[in-house]
């Protein structure tokens, strides 16, 4: 049956203004956007949305393992697993780096084997809170995600325990947990650090070789030592943008 | 002729796509939570829930609250940095019910966490052999615990607070020296004076010292040297009584020094300090009033700068 009526340029010019319609009510920014509760609308003293960052000053690590006790106390890490952790490194006389962590339920490093040591230190490792966070972008059902202050955490509901972050972090930061199964993981003690507390891994630091603040505030404990001391990320070829700034590091650890 | 055109073939079409949409819709909605992409691709409350968790760190202006007493000894000494949860455990059941303990903190083990020898910690961060510290010190029971002499609060037992410690002049004022100085030794530096090594400066103390009693300790035992930064650091010089009670306080785990072994000698405290001032006896009278002949030289600013 033919359709006389409607002619070839009154279905252009119709789908025309559809699509235009379409691209501009997609250009148009969703009503709820960035209106939520209190939570990514926190202000710093500088009036702007905080940018959480971390700082580890490797040289003044003892190896204690405060940190490791502190978090395991506040955040309830299982046992055998670890959201931040600290690294012996034992470089001997002839090149070979021995690489150890106190994996015990005392946190103490165990006696290491004689040897000739040409240098010995400490890193004490954690999430790295990447800016492009490779384990937000690998999880197929948006349970990881990084929050507007630049903290990357998992959504305790929504994850179903696939494994992929865990998977894809190149500092092997996140782990499936034995009771819940889903990925856990440092949250740089969110719930804390909302609240204007330290971490507990900052606070539990006796020599303050861990270092926490915001970024986007210029007076920040944080950003004065980072415009003093020179620092570095752990594997920047990753192009993870990690926020996790040390100072000090040796060319072992990279 | 004027045909109009029937639609109706496209009805059941229209139906399905409306149905289609609907259910799509539906359950779009039953899958997809509330909140999910307010910010981004992620359930914006789940931040909510991150954030309702109660932190457990109660932190150190909670403990001051009732225990300022120790808090004030503990903020000069220097173990300052050291948060008390770290010793002794997370307080938010303590704060609530005081009747909840806390770990004491008190076994070797809680002490030599820290202070164990180890080659990875750093060469300035005070750590104990326990056989060459017991030796040194003459202690027989090596059971015992640190905190027997050692009070983790103030461990040292300083006579100044920390902070108020003056900084050692070569280390703050390189300008001293090196303003105005056009001579060929500026761009030697072997020349160098060696500011980490007191007897480079203080020669005629070191050598007065050498010859005393106390000949095998080390400088900054006493004369403690805290480092700031990589730039600075300060001297505070220990003269409390209990400081020097450390090595010669008489305890039942310990030698007292006889003939052939090299245990310091060992005093009865209070006892001795009623024996020797029995008028007026101040326990906080510095032990070096009387005994400092047996350590070495007193600095003069003539000496030092005759140098």
Redesign the interface.
């Known amino acids: ?1 033919p ?1 006389n ?1 409607i002619s070839r340029r009154t279905v252009i010019k119709q789908i025309a203004v559809g699509a235009t319609g379409t691209l501009l009510l997609s250009l148009f920014p ?1 009503l ?9 609308k926190t202000k710093n003293a500088a009036g702007k949305r905080p940018l959480y960052a971390y700082a580890v000053d490797t ?8 940190c490791m006790r ?1 978090c395991r ?2 955040n309830d890490v299982p046992k055998d697993r670890y959201r931040t952790w600290v690294e ?3 470089v001997l006389s002839n090149g070979e780096v021995q690489v150890d962590v106190a994996a015990n339920d ?4 165990q006696d290491p084997p004689p040897a000739d ?1 040409t240098k ?3 890193v004490p490792k954690l999430c790295n809170h990447c800016e492009k966070s490779v384990c ?1 972008q690998v999880c197929p059902i ?7 202050e630049g903290v990357v ?1 998992v ?4 994850c179903v325990g696939c494994g992929y972050c865990v998977q894809a972090c190149p500092y092997g930061c996140r782990f499936i947990h034995p009771e819940t199964h889903m990925a856990s993981k440092c ?1 740089l ?4 650090i ?2 204007g ?1 330290l971490p ?1 891994c900052v ?6 070789a861990r270092m926490f603040g915001d970024l986007h505030d210029p007076l920040s404990h944080l950003s004065i030592f980072m415009k003093q001391r020179r620092y570095r990320v752990l594997k920047p070829e990753m192009g993870t943008k990690p926020k996790c700034y040390y100072v000090d590091l040796d060319i072992e650890v990279i | 002729m004027n ?1 109009r ?2 639609y109706r073939h496209a009805y059941p079409v229209l139906a399905m796509l409306i149905a289609l949409v609907t259910v799509g819709l539906t359950v779009r909605y039953l899958l997809v ?1 509330e ?23 109660v ?1 150190r202006a909670a403990c001051l609250e009732c225990h300022d007493d120790i808090a004030a000894i503990h903020a000069k000494d220097v ?1 300052s ?3 008390c ?2 010793c002794h ?2 307080g938010d059941k303590h704060v609530k019910d005081s009747s909840s303990p806390m770990s004491p903190a008190d076994t070797r ?1 809680d002490c030599l ?2 202070h164990r020898q ?5 060469g300035s ?1 005070p750590q104990v052999d326990l056989e060459k510290h017991y030796k040194f010190v003459g202690v027989k029971d090596p059971s015992i615990a640190c905190v027997k002499c050692h009070s983790g609060h103030e461990p040292l037992y300083l006579s100044k607070d920390l902070h108020s410690a003056r900084l050692h002049p070569l280390i703050q004022q390189c300008n001293s020296c090196h303003i105005g100085r056009t001579d060929e030794t500026l761009k030697k530096p072997d020349m160098h004076p060696k500011i980490f090594q007191c007897d480079y400066c203080h020669a005629d103390l070191a050598k007065s010292f050498a010859k005393g009693s106390h000949a095998k300790v080390s400088c900054t035992a006493c004369h403690l040297f805290i480092k700031d930064n990589a730039f600075s650091g300060r001297i505070v010089r220990n003269t409390n009584p209990k400081f020097c009670l450390l090595c010669h306080q008489k305890s039942a785990f310990k030698e007292t020094a006889g003939k052939d072994n090299a245990a310091p000698p060992v005093i009865d405290w209070p006892a001795h300090i009623t024996d020797v001032s029995a008028d007026t006896p101040d326990p906080k009278r510095p032990c070096v009033e009387c005994h400092q002949d047996q350590i070495h030289a007193l600095y003069t600013k003539e000496a030092h700068h005759a140098m």
């Open positions: 049956m359709c009526d969703r709820s956007f960035g209106n939520g509760e209190s939570s990514g040289s003044r690590c003892i190896g204690c393992c405060a502190g106390a506040e012996r490194y034992r005392q946190f103490v490093f040591i010995a230190f400490f937000s948006g349970a990881s995600y990084e929050t507007p955490l959504d305790t509901k929504r949250t003690c969110y719930h804390r909302t609240r507390l507990a606070q539990s630091c006796p020599k303050g | 045909i055109p029937d939570p909140t999910f992409g307010e910010y981004g691709y992620y359930r914006a409350a789940a931040m909510d829930d991150e954030k309702a968790i109660q932190p457990r760190h932190g173990h940095s050291v948060e949860e770290t455990g997370i083990e966490v820290c180890m080659d990875s910690r750093p961060f």
